[in-house]
């Protein structure tokens, strides 16, 4: 691409960023990255209703969490700012003026209960070419009483005045041609009363302004386009609008409809990228991150939701997404989710990942579970013995605290029934043998344990199970002598007594 490209994730800071946020962040990431370009945040919070504290901090920490990192935004500053609509309020103001004069725009001065009296008598009620001329507005009212009520600061907004009779194109990078009859489009409000711009025209002027060449957006802002593709035009802008690409739907696991956060709490699993609790109603939207996934996971299995290489590869690095990425790969249709595929991709990376990748994660989770770590070398030994086993961060919990404290718990079931004072006898040759000994390693251990079982005509199997529980608590684990070596022969021999007054 000869031209530079600049692509922008613009989200409100109005609550959690669902995953279909940050597979858009992650889409725009991965094209400019590819392609040589830049990457903006830009924070669109111009409805003052809906803005939420601690929002945008959020967003900022989803976007560092999962590293995609802008290259140009509100903390990371550019040539474009501010990258806050509240804060750039002064500069659309001129250009709904400018509507205004070109005869694009008009003034509307109705009253909400008058609006809403509108709307109960008519159903469907649109404001647009229908009906325009019996409100109260520029194009209805006389020149000297438009005057009049400006004079007299009479609070209006301004809406854009929708053509009745024609049909625009334009080129989706997804979709192909998309076309629209504007007569099906109302005259949406472009300036509100209060002087902030609506979503519609701030959208324009700031990728107009900020350079924007790409824009990515979810489907559900198709309707909107009509009235974006006429701004473009009527402010002579249209040699400089963006590119569009309109991104399927991530669909609930029957594929009925959008994924909500309600499917989540309804069927188990986060639909945001971290938690997010309302600070309204305290209520708490379970995230990915304290789910235990992994950004590289997450990142991974955002971007098969609707996109794929053309191979059966399903594995990625964020390199080789760079790598492969290209919007003619992005499915037209909507993605089901599936969190179960989302669980295997999380227990792949956990898998792929270096212990020494792993250890500042799991001696977090392991903190918060009261485990105490007191030789912290010891961690990335005892992640490489048991990550295979752990589909979620937290399943280091129960698969890695035994190497850390002794069992609260013994599965006794499993041992009581068989227990004997042959087998009790057998466990207290062998700790005495440990303890006599110089040697311990995991090749050790296993060779003295084998040969002492023969030497009491001992199946290895009738003393192996209980060797685990001693150790672990429970039928799990890795290789039981790998237990023992980490654990040390001191901390062996401990469990092994522990566990004899237990299984009596």
Known sequence: MSENVRVRFAPSPTGGLHLGGVRTVLFNYLFARKNGGDFILRIEDTDQTRFVPGAEDYINECLKWCGLTPDEGPDAGGEYGPYRQSERKEIYRKYAEQLIADGKAYYAFDTQEELEEKRAEIPNFQYGHSFRH?????LSLAPDEVKRLLDEGTPYVIRINMP????????????????????????????????????????????????????????????????????WEYLGWKESMPQWAHLPLILKPDGNGKLSKRDGARLGFPVYAMNWADPAT???????????????????????????????????????????FSLERVSHSGAKFDFEKAKWFNAEWIKRSSSERLTEEVASILEKADISISNQQSLPKVISLVK????????????????????????LDAVKPKWNDQKEEFFESFASELRESESFSAAFLEETFKRLAAEKSLKIGDVMLPFRIMLVGGKFGPTVFDIAYLLGKDETIARIATAITKFR
């Open 388 to 411: 295979d086993r752990c589909v979620l961060l937290t399943d280091f919990v129960p698969q890695a605290e035994y190497f850390f404290r002794q069992p609260a718990q013994y599965d």
């Open 164 to 231: 009745s009779d024609e049909t625009i194109y334009f080129d989706d990078m997804i979709r192909g041609e998309v076309s629209f009859e504007t007569a099906l489009v109302d005259d949406k409000v472009l300036l509100k009363a209060d002087g902030m711009p609506t979503y519609h025209l701030a959208v324009v002027v700031d990728d107009y302004l900020m350079k924007i060449t790409h824009a990515f957006r979810g489907e559900e802002w198709l309707p909107s386009a009509p009235v974006h593709l006429l701004l």
């Open 282 to 324: 305290g209520e708490l939207a379970a995230g990915f991150r304290e789910m235990g996934f992994l950004p590289e996971a997450f990142n991974n299995l955002l971007a098969m939701l609707g996109w794929n290489d053309g191979t059966d590869q399903e594995l990625f690095t964020m390199e080789e997404l760079i790598e492969k």
């Open 134 to 138: 019996e409100l109260k507005n520029s």
